[in-house]
């Protein structure tokens, strides 16, 4: 047997060889997906945002095929990918899906926070934070680039007077701005006791009034008023607890820089 006839055979027996192990480990080691997985997959938007709680549409498909967790838990999807997930999984009756949108947390616009210079560089938030918390007076405030106009899948959120703004009616609480602000002042909460303190600043009030003329000053008005005790004031910034909040907006009535709303 020459050199070429040895090596055509001997390359021939191993792939043969190989094809055979890899159609043995194949019937060995398969695992049978459930059919309804891909189809409950595409039911979710795929933005992989984690408001419901799971690091993405994939996890969260296949809890939902574990029986594990609810089916409401996607705001992006909205009620039509709840309607269709529970038709799939056979889920007859489950909660509706509760709307969910984000809030900024800030109203220091053009018209109310004072500059403190004048900023030339990258033009996005995260760029303008590095250098000494961004150009605005407030370091706690909106920086106003639209790094989260940038990323809502919704095409929610708008620039205005050096602000974001969120649409309510196209938020669908994916909760993918709030991981973007690098300034932490997006949060994403329930809708039906939609009150919120629109401010982050915890400095004290005297030193805050040269910035921002609608910033929480720690007055303490709205916690004496409230009828729930749902608002706190810790490090002269008021925040709510929306486990006790019943919405009946007398700290807005009360607040004296308007910066419940």
Known sequence: MDTITFAIISTGA??????????????????????RLEKVRNC?????CGACGF??????????????????LCPPGGDEALARINKILGVSKSEGLTKMIAT???RGDSKTM???MEYVGINTCFAAKQLFGGPGACTYACVGFGDCVNVCPSDAICIEDNLARIDPRRCSGCVVCVDVCPMGIISVEYAPVHVAVLCKNTEKGAKLKDKCSKGCIGCMKCVKECPTEAI????????????????????????VKSCIV
């Open 114 to 116: 004072h500059d403190k």
């Open 232 to 255: 706190t004031v810790t490090d002269n910034l008021a925040s709510i607890d929306y486990s006790k909040c019943d919405g009946c907006r007398r700290c807005v009535e009360v607040c």
């Open 104 to 106: 900024v947390h800030c």
């Open 55 to 72: 690091s993405s549409c994939d996890v969260y498909a296949e809890e939902l095929i574990e029986g594990e967790t609810a089916t409401n």
């Open 14 to 35: 191993i792939g043969l060889a190989c094809a055979v192990l890899i159609t043995v480990a194949s019937k060995l080691m398969f695992v049978k997906v459930d059919p």
């Open 44 to 48: 979710l938007p795929g933005a992989n």
